[in-house]
Nanobody, 125 residues
Framework: QLRLVESGGGLVQPGESLRLSCVASGKSLGQLAVGWFRQAPGKKREGISCISMYGTSTHYVDSVKGRFTISRDNAKNTVYLQMNSLTPEDSAIYYC??????????????????WGQGTQVTVSS
């Protein structure tokens, strides 16, 4: 069974960077698309980025476009989210999730069938 573990979160100041990792075990990530989601306190979970099976296609929502970069290393069974120029509005729990298909800009949670437990990102001065 596929298990996803996120890491790399923490407390940073505005303008700083973090790189999140999503490591899979129990199954290869190579045949799965992966999305990153986040949930801020009091808000619904939202999808922010996704990557196709071999990394040839990526998508970002407008709020993170130009600041965040999603990538993957299938040999390491890992997907990354490089987050630059962080702002307090980026504070949230960040989750990765897998899908058997790449849906581009669609982030309906029903399309993603395996989820990690999340990693906390806090941006504060």
């Amino acid at each position: 069974q596929l298990r996803l573990v996120e890491s790399g979160g923490g407390l940073v100041q505005p303008g700083e960077s973090l790189r999140l990792s999503c490591v899979a075990s129990g199954k290869s990530l190579g045949q799965l698309a992966v999305g990153w989601f986040r949930q801020a306190p009091g808000k619904k979970r939202e999808g922010i980025s996704c990557i196709s099976m071999y990394g040839t296609s990526t998508h970002y929502v407008d709020s993170v476009k130009g600041r965040f970069t999603i990538s993957r290393d299938n040999a390491k069974n890992t997907v990354y989210l490089q987050m630059n120029s962080l702002t307090p509005e980026d504070s949230a729990i960040y989750y990765c999730a897998t899908s058997v298909a790449y849906f581009g800009g669609s982030y309906y949670e029903i399309e993603y069938d395996n989820w990690g437990q999340g990693t906390q990102v806090t941006v504060s001065s």
